[in-house]
């Protein structure tokens, strides 16, 4: 027969062992967040005088290394800057991902803002340019059927670019980095 002198510890571990398990599962099924980096880009190397405007193409490269989660992305927006001057922006249309896929978005050329183009321009040939890369966009998760509510989430980096009109890190890719700060409507918020 149970007495209460031994009722209440085996109680206590009942609750313990609960509360561990629920741990173990939260800690599990926590979905992990996306990868991005900028890889494949290519701008001119020099102002034509036949045509001054110019272009460039990059393809953003988003890893889902979660085995267990499905990502959904809200168009993905892109600015490109120049000191802090606008270079240009681009947006990659909302898509679904599968669990630990892997999927190059190829982006159509941005068209680079002129007046900044000509300081530029002058930078690349020495091989000390660096354009800054902002990415937003709202992600939602499902797990085992369960979709999560929308996250807004920032992403940032540095292109460096080299003399060739290249990316000049040694494997041509620049990871972007999760920023703690996101700009909505003029306000700024933390995560």
């Given amino acids: 027969m149970c007495t209460t002198k031994h009722f209440h510890p085996w109680l206590l571990q009942i609750i313990g062992l609960l509360g561990l398990l629920v741990l173990c599962l939260w ?13 494949q880009f290519s701008i001119p ?11 460039f193409n990059y393809v953003l490269e988003v890893k889902n290394s979660d085995k267990e989660s499905s990502i959904y992305y809200d168009d993905i927006l892109l600015s490109f800057k120049y000191k802090q001057d606008m270079v240009g922006n681009s947006t990659v249309p909302g898509f679904d ?22 300081d530029l321009a002058k930078e690349i040939p020495r091989g000390t340019a660096r ?10 998760y499902k797990t085992w059927g369960i979709k999560s509510k929308h ?3 920032k992403y940032q980096g540095a292109v ?5 009109g290249k ?25």
Avoid: M
């Fill in 160 to 164: 460096p670019i080299g003399s060739d």
């Fill in 167 to 191: 990316i000049k890190d040694k494997k041509k890719k620049v990871k972007l980095h999760r920023s703690k700060r996101i700009r909505t409507g003029g306000f700024l918020s933390t995560d």
């Fill in 45 to 55: 190397t020099s102002v034509s005088s036949e045509n001054p405007r110019a272009t």
């Fill in 151 to 153: 996250r807004k989430i």
């Fill in 131 to 140: 354009l800054n890369v902002e990415l937003f966009t709202s992600i939602k």
């Fill in 27 to 39: 800690l599990s099924l926590r979905p992990k967040e996306p990868k991005f980096a900028i890889i």
């Fill in 97 to 118: 991902q599968g669990k630990g896929n892997n999927d190059d978005q190829h982006v159509p050329p941005v068209e680079i803002n002129q007046r900044v183009w000509r």
